[in-house]
């Protein structure tokens, strides 16, 4: 099974700040990831595919990056909607297989 | 629009089975494949299986092999994941979610999710 690790799990940032958040592959899967974005007691909300595509209506401020076993998800102007739970998700093979999560929390 | 709708939460002593509905609305329900991810309380997201529905092939993630089916009505338009010898531990939400190409080079990802159904496991 491929195993995601996310990095950082926790981050305190405020708003307008600059954030990445990191998601390495056990093993490379080209560029078959998405990141989701859930709010507590929602269903996740797909935030990006394919790496570096971004979903239609997600605000532009949101970008990936990577390919193979390293990928990044970037808010560039943190916003208040934007303290979630970040979640990156590999689409390379079964069975398919979450990153354990990073919550962004205001400062 | 598109959607996803789940049946209502369940209460089950351990032991029993719960089968969870998930019915499809505003695109054509055979095209794409469903797929059943669950969390725990407080946990992250963990994938369960899937079925593609225009053929009914499955797949299941080997920690819940022999436990889980994953069915559909095509008349219906309705997916239905069934998990079996229920355990405190299952105690969780469970989301069914569409995986969809979303461009050319046939890159997936979940698009569209259900509201997500409560599973408490309790004697």
């Known amino acids: 099974d491929i195993q995601l690790t996310q990095s950082p799990s926790f981050l305190s940032a405020s708003v307008g700040d600059r954030v990445a958040i990191t998601c390495r592959a056990s093993?490379?899967?080209?560029?078959?990831l998405a990141w989701y974005q859930q709010k507590p007691g929602i269903a996740p909300k797909l935030l990006i595919y394919g790496a570096f595509s971004l979903q239609s209506g997600v605000p532009s401020r949101f970008s990936g990056s990577g390919s193979g076993t390293e990928f990044t998800l970037t808010i560039s102007s943190l916003q208040p909607e934007d303290f979630a739970t970040y979640y990156c998700?590999?689409?390379?093979?079964?069975?398919?297989?979450f990153g354990g999560g990073t919550r962004v929390e205001i400062k | 629009q598109v959607q996803l709708v789940q049946s209502g939460a369940e209460v089950k002593k351990p032991g029993a089975s719960v089968k969870v509905s998930c019915r499809a609305s505003?695109?054509?329900?055979?095209?794409?494949?469903i797929h059943w991810v669950r969390q725990a309380p407080g946990q992250g997201l963990e994938w369960m299986g899937r079925?593609?529905?225009?053929?009914?092939?499955?797949e299941y993630s080997q920690d819940f092999q022999g436990r889980v089916t994953i069915s559909r009505d095509t008349s219906a338009n309705t997916a239905y994941m069934e998990l079996r010898s229920l355990r405190s531990e299952d105690t969780a939400v469970y989301y069914c979610?569409?995986?969809?190409?979303?461009?050319?080079?046939?890159?997936?990802?979940?698009?569209?999710w259900g509201q997500g159904t409560t599973v408490t496991v309790s004697s």
């Open positions: 079925m593609n529905t225009g053929i009914a092939n499955t």
């Open positions: 505003g695109y054509i329900f055979s095209n794409y494949d």
């Open positions: 979610a569409r995986r969809r190409a979303l461009d050319l080079y046939y890159n997936y990802a979940m698009d569209v």
């Open positions: 093993q490379g899967i080209s560029n078959s």
């Open positions: 998700q590999q689409l390379n093979s079964y069975p398919l297989t």
